[in-house]
C-alpha cells in the first residue's frame, strides 16, 4: 500500500492546529502535543454543546457565588474595612492622576467587553466638571489629561472617576499603614480581598461632590462594571507596589553588603 496516496489534510490539520497553539512553533514537543490536544477537546465539547465560551464563564461564576461560603478572606476584609474609618479626597495632582488613570482603565474595559453600552456608561466626550476639595479651591481633574491629550486618549464619565477616586483612597488607607499592609499582603488572593474591602468601606456623604451610586452599575448587556474597573484598578496600582517594595529590598540588601565589605576592610 502506498502511503503516498491517502488522504492528510485531516492529519496536517489537526498538527498545524497543535503547532499554533504552541506559538506557531514548527517543532513542538510532547508536552505541548498534551496540553495543546486537551485544549483542543475542550473546545470541541463547547462547539457541539451549542455554548461560547463566555456563556459558559458566567454559569461557572453563578454557581460558584451561589455555593461560595463564608471564608477567611471575608474575614481579612470586614477586619481591614472596620479600620478603615474615614477617607481623604485627593490633592490636585492626585485627582489629575487618578483621572488619566481612569480614563485608560474604561478603554481597557471597552475593549475586552466590545460592548456599546458598555461604551456609554464608561467613556464621556465631555471633562467633568471641577472637583472641590475645600470652599476656597477649586480645580479640574482632567487638567493633565487635556494638556497630553492629542486626541488618543480616553475621557471617563463621572461614574469611572468617583469610583477610581473611591478605590485609590481605600488603597492609600492600607497602604499608610503598617498593619494593614501586613494583613493585605499576607492574605491569598489580594486582588479578591480588595474588591471585597472596596464594597464594604461606604462614601462619606461629606465627600461627595455628586449623587453617584460607586458600588453597582451593569450594563445592559450584563457586565459588572464595578468588578471590570475595581479588578484593573488594582492591577495598576498593584505594579507600583511591587517595584516600590522591590527597590526598598533592593536597597537593604546593597546596605546590608557594604556594611559587611566595611567591617571585611577594617579587619
Not at 83 to 111: C, F, H, K, M, Q
Not at 169 to 177: K, V
Not at 204 to 212: A, D, L, N, R, W
Amino acid at each position: 500500500m502506498l502511503l503516498g496516496h491517502l488522504q492528510s489534510d485531516a492529519l496536517e490539520s489537526r498538527f498545524g492546529w497543535l503547532r499554533q497553539l504552541a506559538g506557531a512553533n514548527y517543532y513542538i514537543s510532547t508536552r505541548q502535543v498534551v496540553e495543546g490536544d486537551k485544549k483542543i477537546r475542550a473546545l470541541s465539547l463547547v462547539k457541539f454543546s451549542h455554548l461560547s465560551l463566555g456563556e459558559i464563564d458566567q454559569e461557572m461564576s453563578a454557581v460558584s457565588s451561589a455555593v461560595e461560603p463564608v471564608t477567611s478572606l471575608d474575614f481579612t476584609a470586614d477586619s481591614i474595612a472596620d479600620v478603615i474609618t474615614y477617607l481623604e479626597r485627593p490633592s490636585a495632582n492626585d485627582a489629575n492622576v487618578i483621572y488619566y488613570v481612569s480614563g485608560a482603565i474604561a478603554r481597557s474595559v471597552v475593549r475586552g467587553t466590545r460592548c456599546e453600552s458598555c461604551r456609554e456608561a464608561l467613556v464621556c466626550t465631555e471633562a467633568l466638571e471641577p472637583l472641590e476639595i475645600d470652599g476656597s479651591m477649586d480645580f479640574a481633574a482632567s487638567t493633565f489629561l487635556d494638556s497630553i491629550n492629542r486626541g488618543g486618549l480616553t475621557c471617563p464619565t463621572e461614574y469611572v472617576f468617583e469610583l477610581a477616586v473611591h478605590c485609590w483612597c481605600i488603597f492609600e488607607q492600607i497602604r499608610g499603614s503598617q498593619e494593614l499592609m501586613s494583613q493585605f499582603l499576607t492574605a491569598p488572593h489580594q486582588r479578591a480581598l480588595f474588591a471585597k474591602v472596596v464594597d464594604r468601606v461606604s462614601v462619606p456623604s461629606s465627600s461627595q461632590s455628586t449623587s453617584i451610586d460607586v458600588f453597582g452599575n451593569v450594563c445592559t448587556s450584563g457586565h459588572d462594571l464595578k468588578e471590570l474597573l475595581v479588578h484593573r484598578f488594582f492591577n495598576c496600582v498593584a505594579k507600583n507596589l511591587v517595584k516600590e517594595l522591590t527597590n526598598k529590598a533592593n536597597a537593604q540588601g546593597r546596605q546590608m553588603k557594604r556594611c559587611k565589605i566595611g567591617r571585611v576592610c577594617q579587619q
